[in-house]
């Protein structure tokens, strides 16, 4: 035994210093290797459950822009097999019911557009399944036999004629709708998406419902007669948001005038699934529309014919979505959003019995059942997203995206935290620090806050804070109050009181991590994109604490928005019309503290942002600038709300570390 210690001891020291040195050999995370991530999404199992199809979307760094390919891959695992190709985007992968097709949509050539496009499974290049002179939104197959279904928008004049110079001239927007712009989409028509079916080898779609409404999120029914589609057809659909759920006939020729109304709550419902039998629909809803996207988001079934609907998880204080039923129709499975996380849950069709399948510290973002099988698209807080077969209460891996990427990198230390707001209420959140880090060190640190602000921070890649980590930075990521993930009474508190108890909670955050003894307090940065970047705005108007801030598509002057943006009727609802209640505007608009900014800010959007649209950014960098204090205005032509090519996402990061090395370290 003496001489057995000393070996055990060579062992375990050979063995840490091995672990040491590999660390050391891996490098920290840039913007190139951001750049070179992949996203994998849009989950699909065959119907005879020995595939799985997907997406994957990347960045074509040459030309600039992204690209999304279909791939399929093996239930047992294996390699992957592309379905799409490299010289164009393909999305929306369904499988036929026979097994031997796999669809997707896709648009090749800069003029094409969208279509369904069919892949052999046995091989062969894809094929052009429709030629609908508008393009395809949306397309599902039959569950019993070769038909689709589409959502096609109403096709415009100069759509169904072969005069193709004609079609490219511009035109004037006619505007006559209250909800007439929509980011991404630009000024909003009376052209509506509606339902369609075809069979292939057709040339015409028969159309299946109509009117001046906007039907979505459709499904068929499992024996294929009907099809329950999501829509809004009160008489002002502008001025509200009460979609219901309805049924079609897939054999009707009318146009949709005879429908069936499944659901009736005044407020918002939709996801509908059906049970195996064909008598029932589970669908999200929302109980308190006047809350707006405060509201508890509850699992709900009825009868498919119609009738008195029961909410099945009413006790359930946590958001659901993406409900599906298992094969016997016993259970409903659905995501659940709780406290930094989003797992698998299911509920017996009474109600009773709610239970966690798959947990973890995980983020589940999508999943499909068949045939008992499970499988879930999911990633933790140091790996993206990938496809897992959950068995025998394990996932195991079927998709390896990134690694090849992420295995040289150092990973960050990322931990979640809990601390209490200056009024007492608790507030939880991450850390993510340096892979170095060291607890007898004080760091630079950035509040980097989140979008919504209904939303939460969870146990999911984040790049953004991983690249601040890996520049040294010790990165909060807080979900305060408006936050999802916590409960209804959470979220609403920040209801018309925007920069109120959001504040003093990310504040306390920060007071938690320098009493922690990480979080340098002459060193500290605020940023954040959309509602991070409006928040973001509020603490900079509070407080001179911080060094360097980054408002990204932010807003400023609320009134100004008003008519601009595309939220008319969630800001009447929250705000009050602006003419008649200012006070409620104003009282929240940062843009009027605007002077009692000292804090050096990087102001940055797109240009056609109609979300939020840069006039905000614009009014509080032409305010800081004439004040003489420091600020930038970054400008990114023919962008939206989020950032899209490449070149311009690699400039913002690189201006992101620029701002904060220049001010901060």
Not at 197 to 210: K, M, Y
Not at 282 to 290: Q, R, S
Not at 391 to 411: A, F, H, S, Y
Not at 613 to 618: A, F, R, V
């Amino acid at each position: 035994m003496n001489n057995r210690i000393p070996f055990l001891a060579l062992l375990f020291f050979s063995a840490f210093f091995s672990n040491l040195h590999a660390q050391d050999s891996k490098k920290s995370l840039t913007i190139d290797d951001i750049l070179k991530l992949k996203t994998v999404q849009e989950v699909q199992i065959s119907p005879d459950g020995k595939w799985v199809a997907y997406t994957v979307s990347e960045n074509d760094l040459k030309k600039d822009k992204g690209l999304k390919r279909v791939y399929m891959i093996s239930f047992s695992g294996g390699e992957a097999i592309a379905i799409s190709g490299k010289d164009y985007s393909a999305s929306q992968p369904r499988w036929s019911p026979d097994n031997k097709y796999l669809s997707f949509l896709a648009s090749k050539g800069e003029e094409e557009k969208t279509q369904v496009w069919t892949s052999n499974r046995l091989g062969g290049d894809a094929e052009v399944l429709s030629k609908i002179p508008q393009g395809v939104e949306a397309h599902e197959w039959s569950p019993v036999e070769n038909k689709l279904m589409l959502v096609l928008t109403d096709p415009k004049p100069e759509e169904l004629t072969t005069d193709k110079e004609d079609d490219k001239k511009a035109k004037p927007f006619v505007i006559d709708r209250r909800q007439f712009k929509r980011d991404y989409i630009g000024y909003l028509d009376r052209y509506r998406n509606h339902l369609y079916t075809l069979v292939p080898g057709d040339s015409i779609a028969t159309q299946l419902t109509s009117g001046d409404f906007d039907d979505s999120d459709p499904v068929w029914s499992p024996d294929g007669k009907r099809i329950a589609f999501v829509s809004n057809r009160t008489k002002d659909p502008d001025g509200n948001a009460d979609s219901n759920i309805w049924i079609v006939d897939a054999a009707n020729t009318d146009k949709g005038k005879k429908l069936t109304q499944v659901t009736t709550n005044p407020n918002q419902d939709d996801s509908p699934t059906w049970s195996p039998d064909g008598k029932s629909i589970a669908y999200k809803t929302v109980l308190d529309g006047k809350i707006l996207w405060y509201a508890g988001e509850k699992l709900a079934i009825s009868p498919a014919s119609g009738g008195k609907a029961e909410v099945l998880t009413k006790d359930l204080d946590r958001n659901i979505s993406k409900p599906k039923f298992s094969d016997d129709g016993n259970s409903i499975y659905f995501l659940l959003e709780e406290n930094g996380t989003s797992v698998l849950a299911a509920s017996e069709i009474g109600g009773k019995n709610s239970k966690r399948v798959v947990t973890g510290d995980i983020s589940i973002a999508d999943y499909d059942l068949n045939m008992g099988q499970i499988v879930t698209l999911s990633g933790t807080a140091d790996r993206p997203n990938n496809l897992y077969a959950y068995e025998k209460d394990t996932l195991r891996e079927l998709t390896k995206v990134n690694d090849d990427i992420l295995e040289n990198i150092k990973k960050p230390k990322v931990e979640a935290i809990k601390f209490k707001s200056a009024d007492g209420t608790p507030v939880e959140g991450f850390v993510v620090k340096p892979s170095d880090f060291k607890a007898s060190k004080k760091y630079p640190t950035i509040l980097w806050l989140h979008g919504g602000p209904t939303s939460q921070y969870d146990f999911s890649f984040d790049s953004e804070p991983q690249l601040f980590a890996a520049n040294g930075y010790v990165v909060l990521l807080l979900n305060p109050r408006g936050s999802t993930g916590y409960g209804e009474d959470f979220s609403k508190a920040l209801f018309a009181d925007w920069g109120g108890p959001d504040y003093k909670d990310v504040m306390a955050g920060v007071d938690y991590a320098i009493d922690q003894g990480y979080a340098d307090p002459d060193k500290l940065a605020v940023g954040g994109w959309s509602y991070g970047g409006i928040l973001t705005n509020y603490v900079i108007t509070k407080t001179d604490r911080f060094k360097a801030a980054i408002s990204g598509a932010s807003e400023a002057l609320y009134r100004a928005n008003y008519g601009h943006d595309h939220y008319q009727l969630t800001w009447e609802m929250e705000l009050g019309l602006p003419w008649e209640n200012a006070k409620a505007w104003e009282r929240i608009s940062p843009y009027n503290d605007v002077a009692k900014i000292v804090t050096p800010t990087l102001w940055m959007g797109g240009s056609d942002d109609w979300n939020v649209p840069i006039l905000n950014s614009e009014q509080m960098y032409m305010g800081m600038k004439r004040l003489g204090r420091k600020t930038q205005l970054i400008v990114y032509p023919d962008e939206h709300h989020g950032i899209k090519r490449p070149s311009f996402q690699k400039d913002r990061m690189e201006r992101y570390l620029a701002w904060l090395k220049k001010y901060v370290k």
